[in-house]
C-alpha cells in the first residue's frame, strides 16, 4: 500500500512539474524590454506599456504599443510580435518621437501596420488606406494611431473634426 501511495504521488508531482504555464504576451514583452534596458548605459532609461492587444492579423500574434525614455528622449513606439512554437517572437517595431514633423510611418514586411502620433485636438479619425485607425489617447494632448493593412504602399489622410481631409507626409 505504502508503494502504491509513493508511487501516485511521485507520478502526480512528475505531471506538475511537467505542465508549467506558457509564458503570456505580457510576461514576455517585460522581459524582452528589462533585457534591452540592461544593455543600454543610461540608468534612467524607461518603458511604459500603453497598450497591447492580441490576435490581430492571426491567432497567436500581438501588437504592443509603449513609449520608451532613452538619454532623456521619449519616443512612442508600435512592436509586432508573434508566437511560434509556443514561443513569442520579436518580429517589427517602429516608431517616433512626439515632436516629429511628419506624422507617421509603416512596417517594411507583413502585416504592414501604419501608424504614428497626433497632436492636434482637430483630428477626429486616421485612415491607411482604406483601414480605418485605432487611436489610443497616450496622455494630455498627445495620442497615437495604428492600422493594419494588408498594403505595402498607401495613402495615410486624417479627419478633422470639421470634415475636412488632410494627407499626411510619411515620417523619413
Not at 532613452?70 to 517595431?93: G, H, V
Request: negative net charge.
Amino acid at each position: 500500500m505504502r508503494k502504491k501511495l509513493f508511487l501516485v504521488i511521485t507520478i502526480g508531482l512528475s505531471l506538475l512539474v511537467g505542465c508549467s504555464e506558457p509564458e503570456t504576451f505580457e510576461d514576455y514583452f517585460h522581459k524582452e524590454m528589462e533585457e534591452n534596458k540592461a544593455q543600454t548605459d543610461d540608468a534612467n532609461d524607461s518603458y511604459s506599456l500603453i497598450h497591447h492587444e492580441q490576435d490581430v492579423v492571426h491567432q497567436n500574434d500581438a501588437i504592443a504599443i509603449y513609449t520608451e525614455k532613452q538619454f532623456q528622449e521619449e519616443r512612442i513606439l508600435i512592436a509586432y510580435i508573434e508566437k511560434e512554437n509556443d514561443q513569442w517572437e520579436w518580429r517589427q517595431t517602429r516608431g517616433a518621437a512626439w515632436g516629429d514633423p511628419a506624422h507617421w510611418s509603416s512596417m517594411n514586411s507583413e502585416p504592414y501596420i501604419y501608424s504614428g502620433t497626433i497632436q492636434d485636438d482637430a483630428v477626429k479619425e486616421v485612415y491607411a488606406g482604406r483601414e480605418k485607425a485605432k487611436i489610443i489617447n497616450v496622455s494630455e494632448g498627445k495620442r497615437f494611431w495604428y492600422a493594419v493593412s494588408d498594403k505595402k504602399e498607401v495613402d495615410v489622410k486624417m479627419v478633422m473634426e470639421d470634415g475636412a481631409e488632410e494627407v499626411v507626409e510619411e515620417l523619413g
